[in-house]
């Protein structure tokens, strides 16, 4: 047992440290946080050809095109009104192709026959959150385009499997703005980051100082 106390005296900084660190991420997420709810809440700009993940994501934005509704990507969804899929369709705008989640669909919608009121023709204007691309997949499960079986809103692969061209790099979350016919269901999107750092901290700076009075302990039965 001799020299535990250095052990356990090491331990504790090093818990610290941890302890540190969270409280350093809380302040980032609260900042993030913070911009996120004031990109949601400001009035909707136009939508840009590219986005940046870290100053773009949840954008309130606004675009104008037509869509292509026979290009309808279907992604599996769960959400507050159950089990059903997005609805990601293609609008070609006057300098590039941008995905539009119109919305959620349950199972029994997914045939845009049985929705086809709600399936503009002409030239219509979205406004919607601007949401960062979601690679590979979802669910514990990949994508799979060459089955037409998709668990997550990858941009890239969709318009490959579409063969759609100069796509933005991003998808938008169509608003709450009713469709005719009642589907697709927009205006479902969660903003949503967990902020338990607090926690974690304290977790650290309380096992930090069980490690410090181990330390003492040790020290002194060593004495």
Do not use: C
Request: glycine letters at 10%; zero cysteines.
């Amino acid at each position: 047992m001799r020299f535990a106390w250095l052990g356990a005296a090491l331990a504790a900084v090093v818990l610290a440290g941890l302890g540190v660190w969270q409280l350093e991420r809380m302040q980032w997420k609260h900042a993030l946080i913070a911009a996120v709810n004031a990109r949601v809440a400001a009035p909707a700009v136009a939508a840009p050809v590219s986005a940046d993940a870290e100053r773009d994501a949840y954008r309130h934005v606004r675009v104008t095109g037509r869509f292509e509704h026979d290009r309808e990507t279907f992604v599996q969804a769960v959400t507050e009104r159950g089990a059903g899929y997005w609805v990601l369709t293609p609008l070609v705008t006057r300098d590039f192709t941008l995905l539009v989640n119109r919305g959620f669909v349950p199972p029994e919608k997914r045939d845009p026959k049985t929705r086809a009121a709600g399936n503009p023709a002409g030239e219509v204007t979205v406004t919607g959150l601007l949401r960062i691309t979601e690679p590979g997949g979802g669910f514990l499960r990949t994508n799979d385009p060459a089955g037409n079986r998709w668990y997550s809103r990858d941009v890239a692969a969709i318009a490959r499997a579409r063969g759609l061209g100069g796509t933005a790099p991003y998808f938008i979350d169509a608003d709450d703005r009713p469709n005719p016919g009642g589907y697709p269901v927009g205006g479902l999107t969660v903003v949503h980051f967990p902020d338990n750092h607090l926690v974690y901290a304290l977790t650290w700076f309380a096992l930090a100082g069980l490690a410090a009075w181990g330390a003492w302990r040790f020290r002194r039965a060593e004495a």
